[in-house]
Structure formats: structure tokens, C-alpha cells
């Protein structure tokens, strides 16, 4: 049954990183509703690691070509640009990581109020009449980079999403929205890596075989799910928008709120 609950939680995962939900949140609520323990959130974090190999194989040819091209002008800024981009969410997490995974963790109130916030912005976001600036991804200046950074702190709160803060804070920042969801994405990589190398350091010695296997289950599924939305969820988002997710963040947080209301979920 554990290994079942981590599998559909693995699966929950690579659905719900790249789109602007917070996979966190849905990690937490489900996991809580299924019984499943999770003390320190920590599988939450370390099966992150499987959207991240996602995103490299997905973007395979293009981190060989950074990584061959940096002799390159153009090069050197959008990886410049990625670096600089990661820097607040590391000092953040430093921080206030511990914290938010005591409290913030435990309140879904947090989560509630923080999906129907970032469901308004996007909305506002949407209806924006100014044009993106930035069609392409590689043509993202470091300071629109620094924005989009700041705006990813924002996600240590439970609910708010990364992808939806970075996406948001990138559209802000005048990146047209496939731009911004890539950027999104590129972001992910090194800040989520930074994420998963520090809890495994601090849960090395409790990691027993079986809390072991439940990761990397968990692991192997968020991995394959992720592959399969990647691609489609920028079509999507090309064609229709982000006002789809924004009103299914704002419909589950009310609902949320009325479930903590009534008793059936605890604030």
C-alpha cells in the first residue's frame, strides 16, 4: 500500500510541476488524504528529482548546445541569465526553508488563500493588453532573468506553484507566454536540483531500504508523467492561455476553505 500511495503521488507530481497548480500543495493534500507519512516533507521534495531529469530530456539537445556554446555571446547570456535567475529562490530556501516546511507545510489554509491569489494574478496577467517584448526564450535579458527569480521565492509558499510564479512573473516581465513557460523550465533545473541535494544531505542517515524504495518509486513515476506533459502543456498554453488554470485555482481554493469551514479538512 505504501509503495502504491507513492506511485500515484510520483504520478500527482510530474502532472502538477510544470503546470501553474503547485505541486506541492496537491502533494500535501493528497498525501494527507491518503494516510500517506511524509515526516519533513521530505519524499515531497526528493521525487521532484524525477521532473527534473523530465525537463533535461526533453531539452537534451539544447543543454549540449549551452553547454558546447559558451564561447558564444548569445550563449553566455541565457546561461548568465538561468544562473543569476536561481540566486534569490537558493537564498530564500536557505532562509526559510525549515520554516515553511513546520508551519507552512501544516495549514492548508496557507494553501487555500495562496491558490486563489495566484488564480487572480494570473487572470489580471491574462487580460493584460501590452504585447511581450520577448518571443523566444534565448532572447531573455538577465535583468528580465531577475525578475522572473525573485517572483520563484515566492513559491516556498505552499500553493503558490514555481511554475505559476516563475510563468507569472515572466509574462510580467514582458516574455510572451511560451517564452516565459520555457524559462520556467530552465529555471526548475538547477533550483530543484539545489532543493533535492539539500534535503538528501540532511535525511541521509534516517533514509532506511524501504523509505528508499518509496522515493524512488515515486521518483520513476514523477519522471515518466512529467515527460508526458511537458511538451502538450506548452501547446496548451500557446493556443488557450493560463485562464484555465488560474479559475481551477480559484474554484479549488474556495472549495478548500469551505472544507476547513465544515470541519472535513483541518486549517
Known sequence: MTLLAAALLGIVQGITEFLPV??????????????????????????????????????????????????????????????????????????????VKRILYESPAVFAWAFIAGGIVMLVLERRTIAPVVQRVDDISVPRALTVGVCQTLALVPGVSRSGATIMGGMAAGLSRVAAAEFSFFLAIPTMTAAFVHDLVEVRGQLSPVRSVEIAVGLVMAFVSSLIVIKPFLGFVGRTGFAPFAWYRIALGAALLAAIGAGWVRG
Open 22 to 99: 503547485s505541486s506541492t500543495a496537491h502533494l500535501l493534500l493528497i498525501g494527507d488524504a491518503i494516510g500517506h507519512d511524509d515526516p519533513g516533507g521530505v519524499f515531497t521534495v526528493m521525487i521532484q528529482l524525477g521532473s527534473i531529469l523530465a525537463v533535461v530530456w526533453v531539452y537534451r539537445q539544447k543543454i549540449i548546445d549551452i553547454l558546447s556554446g559558451l564561447t558564444r555571446p548569445d550563449v553566455r547570456r541565457f546561461a548568465a541569465a538561468v544562473i543569476i535567475a536561481t540566486i534569490p529562490a537558493l537564498i530564500a530556501g536557505a532562509l526559510f526553508a525549515d520554516f
